[in-house]
């Protein structure tokens, strides 16, 4: 029998589904005997762009290296497709389609930008089609590829956000999560950035965003969560988020 789902929505984004792709539950951690997390519920859908906004010190990239293993969950449940991940090491979570893009993009500075792309599929180094999803992150990304020999510390930092996101597809994730898209890059780096992220998205990647320009954030994605104190505090699409008088105050100013 076929698979009822459509995969393609008419624009030709992928067609968010009723079940979530990641669902995060109860979720508990922290480090040594400081608790940061308190029981985090929240639900990502196969085709959306969901950002987490939370001040400093909330929690968020503690969520994130929680998810991918990096953090140990104390309490909860992380579920990518159903399958549960919370207690899974770092590399089991990446072989099972939830690849991160940390803060600070991490890159090998003296390797070359085409080297650190191909670190992205470190877990399938003798896959056949690593050339064809070498070419596909730099169709994406036209500056990687007139870059592709230069080594990553000589590249821009909107350069090194692109390479640090493009490995992170290499990896053919099911959930790409970034942490701090946006972080010391000019405006015009970011725009180009949130227009590709678009575009991968649209071409079928499910992508969880934490981005400190809240109003970058809310362009971008389909729904929100707001993060206070190791709490998600409010969720929404972004129309509810930029209106809700909280985080007009506390992130918006205004
Ligand atoms: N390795 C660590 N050891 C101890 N405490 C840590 C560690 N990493 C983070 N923390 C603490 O955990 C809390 C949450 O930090 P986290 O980096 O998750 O917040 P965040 O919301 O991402 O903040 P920011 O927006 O400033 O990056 C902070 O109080 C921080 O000091």
Known sequence: MSDPTPVSAPGGGPVPSAEPILKVAGLEAGYGDIQILWGVDLDVMAGEIVCLVGSNGAGKTTLLKTISGLVPATAGSVRLDGAELAGAAPDAVLA?????????????????????LLMGAYL???????????????????????????????????????CAIGRGIMSRPKVLM?????????????EL?????????????????????VMTALEIS??????????????????????APEVREAYIGA
């Open 96 to 116: 099972a389609g939830i690849a991160h893009v940390p803060e600070g993009r991490r890159l090998f500075r003296t390797m070359s930008v085409r080297d650190n």
């Open 124 to 162: 399938r180094p003798h896959d056949a089609d690593l050339d064809a999803d070498l070419d596909r992150v730099m169709t994406m990304f036209p500056r990687l590829a007139e870059r592709a020999r230069q080594d990553a510390g000589t590249l821009s930092g909107g350069e090194q956000q692109m």
């Open 178 to 190: 970034i942490d701090e898209l946006s972080l010391g890059l000019a405006p015009r780096a970011v």
């Open 193 to 213: 950035l949130s227009e590709t992220l678009v575009e991968v998205n649209r071409a079928g990647t499910t992508i969880l965003l934490i981005e400190q320009d």
């Open 222 to 243: 389909d729904r929100g969560f707001v993060l206070d104190r190791g709490r998600v505090v409010m969720s929404g699409t972004p129309d509810v988020l930029a209106e």
